[in-house]
């Protein structure tokens, strides 16, 4: 904090479990010192990345301090996450989704998304921000090219269809 000239950061992220069911020692520790930080003010949010629907269970059920959002690869071929992100709606936690591009190749490629492209006049990478938006996650993106960051803010002047909705939501990529 010192380094970054702030006395606060606004959220603090567990970059994922220590194994890939359940969570161990080392989790339980980090989580419990990521309390104490945010006990103390210093962090505003906590957080959890890659992380399963048992996980986030099991992590709410017993922490002092429950997570506030969810950083998750998405990929269509499981659904979009969609049971962690109706636990996180349930919950009272923001879904954030990452990788929505790059680990959904196929769906990208698919001639359905193609044709939802076109006849909203936009990308196909337009669309999967925007459904992703539309199905309650805060999609995630990284580029420092700024025609790059505004198509991909050129998705909130757009509505997708119910229909096309359900159909990207039930792509397997």
Known sequence: M????VDRIDSYLLHGPSRGAGLGVEDWAAWQAMEQI???GRA????????????????????KVKPRFVQN?????????????VFCKTNGIVYQGFS????????????QLATFAQRHGCSPAQIIFR????????????????QHMQSDLGVLA????????????????
Not at 73 to 85: E, K
Not at 131 to 139: C, E, H, Q, R, S
């Open 2 to 5: 010192e380094h970054m000239g």
């Open 38 to 40: 945010h006990e103390s």
């Open 44 to 63: 505003r949010l906590l957080g959890v990345s890659n992380v399963s629907l048992d996980q986030l269970e099991i992590l709410c059920k017993d922490a």
């Open 73 to 85: 690869r998405c990929f269509a071929v499981s659904g979009w996450d969609r049971a962690v992100r």
């Open 100 to 111: 929505l591009l790059t680990a959904n190749r196929g769906a990208m490629a698919s001639r």
């Open 131 to 146: 459904f992703a938006i539309d199905v309650g996650m805060i999609p995630l993106t990284g580029t420092t090219d700024a």
């Open 158 to 173: 757009m509505q997708l269809q119910a229909d096309e909705i359900e159909a990207i939501e039930c792509m397997t990529g």
